[in-house]
């Protein structure tokens, strides 16, 4: 099943969409082509890849 996640804060916005199976999630929306960072969900062991802010 697809789930999208979409924290706000702000004057910002995320959204991420993964794919959830019985072996785990896979994530659907990164590129490869922005930076991203390393996030543990509170409570859990979960660790995620989410965009970065862009600095050029």
Do not use: C, H
């Not at 910002?12 to 072996?23: I, N, Q």
């Not at 896979?26 to 890849?49: H, K």
């Amino acid at each position: 099943m697809g789930y999208a996640w979409n924290p706000t804060v702000q004057g910002a916005k995320s959204e991420g969409t993964v794919l959830v199976t019985d072996e785990g999630f896979e994530p659907l929306t990164t590129t490869g082509e922005w930076p991203t960072r390393t996030v543990t969900a509170i409570g859990t062991d979960v660790e995620l890849e989410r965009p970065e802010i862009l600095q050029r």
